[in-house]
Antibody
C-alpha cells in the first residue's frame, strides 16, 4: 500500500525557517517524481515544487522561488522541503504528492500544517 | 485568481447528474492532460480522473472526464450524498508549473 506521511509542520515567526519531510513507503520511491502542494486555510490547492526521480530536475512556483528548496534522499525514501524567509501567506497545509507520467498526482499524504505568525 | 477557471459551486439532487467545467488556455489545458481531484471535508485530495478521461482503480464509472480544446469537464452521475466535496481540475503549463483550478464545491441537495 502506497503511503506518504508528512511531518515537520508547526508555528514559526515571519522570516523564520522550517523543514518539512515526507516519508514514503509501499512503492519504489527512487522511480517516482514527487511534488509539494499546499492549501491555505479555506482556499484551493496551490502547487509548490517538483523534483525528478533522481533529483536532477527541479521546478518551483514563482511564489516560493528563491525561498524554498526541494530535495530528496532515495536511500531513505524521503522527500524534503526547506522553507526559508517564511511569510504569513505561506500559512497552509503542505501535502507531498506522487507524480504520474501524464502530469497528475496519484497519491497524496495527509498533510502537515505550517502556520507563519508572530 | 486561478489560471484555470471553475464554477465556485454546483448542486443537484441525489440520483441526478452534474458537470463541472474547467477552462484554461492553449498554454496549459490545450497542450497537456487534465486531471481531476476530489477533496472530502477535512481530508487530502484524491485522484479521480487522469489523462483527461481515465479512472484510477477503485473509482466508480459514475465519474467521467472529457477535454475539448482548452476546456475540460468532470461529470458525475447517480449523485450520492457522499459525493459532497470540493473538486479541482489540474494540468501543467508551458512554463513548467502545475496548475489547479480554484475548486468547485458540490452540494447534493
Amino acid at each position: 500500500e502506497v503511503q506518504l506521511v508528512e511531518s515537520g509542520g508547526g508555528l514559526v515567526q515571519p522570516g523564520g525557517s522550517l523543514r518539512l519531510s515526507c516519508a514514503a513507503s509501499g512503492f519504489t520511491f527512487s522511480s517516482y517524481e514527487m511534488n509539494w502542494v499546499r492549501q491555505a486555510p479555506g482556499k484551493g490547492l496551490e502547487w509548490v515544487s517538483y523534483i525528478s526521480s533522481s533529483g536532477s530536475t527541479i521546478y518551483y512556483a514563482d511564489s516560493v522561488k528563491g525561498r524554498f528548496t526541494i530535495s530528496r534522499d532515495n536511500a531513505k525514501n524521503s522527500l524534503y522541503l526547506q522553507m526559508n524567509s517564511l511569510r504569513a501567506e505561506d500559512t497552509a497545509v503542505y501535502y507531498c504528492a506522487r507524480y504520474q507520467e501524464g502530469g497528475d498526482f496519484d497519491y497524496w499524504g495527509q498533510g502537515t500544517l505550517v502556520t507563519v505568525s508572530s | 485568481q486561478s489560471v484555470l477557471t471553475q464554477p465556485p459551486s454546483v448542486s443537484a439532487a441525489p440520483g441526478q447528474k452534474v458537470t463541472i467545467s474547467c477552462s484554461g488556455s492553449s498554454s496549459n489545458i490545450g497542450n497537456n492532460y487534465v486531471s481531476w481531484y476530489q477533496q472530502l471535508p477535512g481530508t487530502a485530495p484524491k485522484l479521480l480522473i487522469y489523462e483527461n478521461n481515465k479512472r484510477p482503480s477503485g473509482i466508480p464509472d459514475r465519474f467521467s472526464g472529457s477535454k475539448s480544446g482548452t476546456s475540460a469537464t468532470l461529470g458525475i452521475t447517480g449523485l450520492q450524498t457522499g459525493d459532497e466535496a470540493d473538486y479541482y481540475c489540474g494540468t501543467w503549463d508551458s512554463s513548467l508549473s502545475a496548475l489547479f483550478g480554484g475548486g468547485t464545491k458540490l452540494t447534493v441537495l
